[in-house]
């Protein structure tokens, strides 16, 4: 790590956008050790058919029909910098701050705050599912990452068998990659609701209505991954589920300010509201039912519903 660098980055910051893109990548790299990405070929293997495990327990149990990206990357934290970044630059593509006065500052502030962000986030985040949106890809473009470093990391300090916690790891994004591939209409509702908030930001203006749509919409996405996650999982997992949360709800005072900064606690918010909502359907009926809201857009639970599984059991006519 080389924070002199990263600083240096930041205060270099330039173009004509409220974020120096480029210079975010390099400050974040600089102040992230990459990790480990010294893997052997069963190594490499064993992520593969953890994935493939999960893609037909999922197909099998939950009834879904979906595919998997062509490539499962392994990567180390610099690669996934890389490639979130270019997910935040597109989605932020055409945020307008309109700010004036001194735009150099403003925009070596916006520089600084993202490289720091996704500084924090590439040390943590373990796997992702990365619907690539607004990607000018036309194809069913979409990806799966595992940050190798962070789970082998974490692993240790929750003192886990690795093996049996990566393959947790892959059961939850692979649930995700369901729920995307079964509803194709998912991602193009999510990126309006997001084009609609960046809208909004860009006009001064923050809409309550939009902002709770993408909040109700992730807080479905989250909460029927973390219940597919469980109903189909092949191995005893309550101990991995005891310490993660331990892990999401703990850390120094530092690492507590940067979750409360990032939205994180709201995030936890939306597995666990999320979750209760989706164990309601699913124990009142069946897993299949609780598939009902990957049918169509209308299918999402409201606000309301979220906290009341029967209101929407009763919107749905079962």
């Not at 992520?47 to 939950?62: K, P």
Request: glycine share 6%.
């Amino acid at each position: 790590m080389n924070f002199y660098r990263a600083v240096r980055a930041v205060a270099d910051a330039s173009g004509a956008g409220p974020v120096d893109w480029a210079a975010v990548a390099e400050s974040a790299k600089a102040a992230t050790a990459p990790g480990d990405l010294d893997l052997s070929s069963d190594e490499v293997e064993s992520y593969q058919s953890d994935v493939r495990a999960a893609r037909d327990r999922i197909r099998s149990v939950g009834g879904l029909d979906f595919d998997l990206p062509e490539t499962i990357e392994v990567q180390h934290r610099h690669h996934w910098i890389d490639a979130n970044i270019e997910t935040f630059e597109r989605i932020l593509a055409d945020l307008d701050t309109g700010v004036e006065f001194l735009p150099g500052v403003v925009r070596s502030v916006n520089t600084g705050s993202m490289a720091i962000s996704i500084s924090f986030l590439a040390n943590n985040v373990l796997g992702q599912y990365d619907p690539l949106l607004l990607s000018p890809d036309t194809g069913n473009a979409h990806a799966l990452y595992f940050v190798n470093p962070n789970i082998e990391r974490v692993a240790d300090r929750l003192a886990v068998d690795l093996p049996r916690f990566r393959r947790w790891i892959a059961f939850h994004e692979v649930t995700h990659a369901a729920e995307f591939g079964s509803a194709p209409w998912l991602a193009n509702h999510l990126e309006d609701c997001l084009e609609d908030v960046v809208d909004d930001l860009s006009s001064g203006r923050f809409d309550r209505a939009d902002f709770k749509q993408v909040d109700v919409t992730m807080t479905a996405v989250e909460g029927y991954a973390e219940l597919l996650m469980d109903r189909t999982f092949d191995d005893e997992y309550d101990d991995l589920r005891r310490k993660l949360e331990e892990r999401r709800r703990g850390g120094n005072p530092l690492t507590q300010l940067m979750r409360h900064l990032l939205g994180l606690g709201r995030k936890r918010r939306q597995y666990e509201r999320g979750k209760d909502f989706f164990d309601a359907v699913a124990d009142a009926e069946d897993l299949q039912t609780a598939s009902l809201v990957w049918e169509r857009k209308e299918n999402l639970p409201t606000d309301s519903e979220l906290d009341d599984a029967e209101k929407w059991l009763a919107r749905m006519g079962v």
